[in-house]
């Protein structure tokens, strides 16, 4: 019998009667299962005793409590975790695809993900981040001023931004305080002087007639020569330096006391204040007081006057003064005492 139940059977003893026998069967089955199982890495049976990283079928004989064989049939599909190094470089900051993470300093971070198998997913992410740089700088540069990669020229003073990148790639933003020097290289001629109209620099005065040779001593923003010629001016100021136009000047006339221009200079010799009368108002004069040898000490511009004061600072000495005024000169000794 291969069931359980009550099976009687008929015999004839020895003393030629019947006899029933019944047997009360009990039958236990060998049993058969089969789990089917995906997981990732590796699969462990629950009482610990096998343990499979690999896909496969793998059945397992246990001994039922009723002494039969019961197997057990594991069908194991195993899905492997990943694991993935991605490298960057950037500027500021870092972020991944997902917008989950960023990272602003370089360093190694590990990020687990579920990849498509459902298993961990390590991705690592080996960063070096470099930043942008802001930088001010003051410049003062004459008439114009170029960037060093040429692509920005500017010829007004003010504060510009501008951006050059770095040798990691990333912005170096400059803010430029720019100071342009524009030197006002013109002359005003004003009978035979010759004024420079900037003021505050140094200036020197050429010949324009000897191939621009430097006039000794003529270093005054306004010059007087004594002979007719072509005269500049050198103009120097905060580094920056240019040229005047060669301006003519001609000289038609020197008067001295002896001529019919009669300027009085009192008192001669002097102490400190100089006294001049121009004998009739005059739109403008010049007064020059130079050392014997030409070197200029002072000069000055008088508009709508007749009666002149000055008061230079002079050692005691002997000076020239000359008094330029509608194309004249005078030119007299003054002693100073």
């Known amino acids: 019998w291969t069931e359980s139940g009550i099976y009687p059977l008929l015999f004839s003893n020895v003393h030629g009667c019947d006899s029933i026998i019944n047997f009360h069967v009990t039958i236990h089955h060998s049993s058969e299962t089969q789990f089917d199982v995906t997981t990732c890495d590796a699969y462990s049976t629950p009482d610990g005793q096998h343990t499979w990283t690999e896909t496969g079928m793998y059945a397992i004989l246990f001994m039922s409590i009723h002494g039969c064989d019961s197997t057990i049939n594991y069908n194991v599909t195993i899905l492997e975790s990943s694991q993935t190094e991605i490298e960057a470089t950037t500027c500021n900051a870092y972020s991944t695809s997902d917008g989950l993470h960023t990272w602003t300093t370089s360093g ?133 330096s240019d040229t005047s136009a060669c301006i003519p000047v001609t000289i038609t006339g020197v008067y001295n006391a002896d001529n019919d221009w009669k300027i009085k200079i009192y008192p001669n010799p002097v102490e400190d204040i100089i006294h001049i009368d121009l004998g009739s108002f005059h739109p403008q004069a010049k007064v020059v007081i130079t050392t014997v040898d030409g ?19 002079l050692g005691p000495g002997l000076y020239l003064i000359a008094i330029e005024s509608n194309g004249l000169k005078v030119v007299k000794k003054l002693i100073v005492l």
């Open 108 to 240: 190694i971070y590990p990020i687990i993900y579920t990849n498509i198998a459902g298993c961990d997913s390590v991705v690592t992410y080996d960063l070096t981040i470099h930043y942008d740089r802001d930088t001010v700088v003051s410049i003062m540069a004459c008439d114009r001023y170029t960037t060093p990669d040429g692509l920005h020229t500017w010829v007004n003073s003010g504060v510009y931004e501008y951006s050059i990148p770095t040798q990691t790639g990333c912005d170096s933003t400059i803010t430029l305080d720019l100071n342009i020097v524009n030197l006002d290289n013109s002359v005003t001629a004003t009978g035979t002087s010759l004024i420079s109209n900037q003021a505050g620099a140094s200036y020197q005065w050429i010949d324009c007639n000897l191939g621009g040779q430097i006039i000794e001593g003529e270093i005054g923003q306004t010059f007087s020569p004594t002979v007719s010629g072509n005269y500049g001016v050198i103009i120097s100021m905060n580094e920056c």
């Open 295 to 313: 070197k200029i000490l002072t000069t000055s511009i008088f508009q709508d006057q007749r009666y002149l004061q000055m008061e230079p600072d």
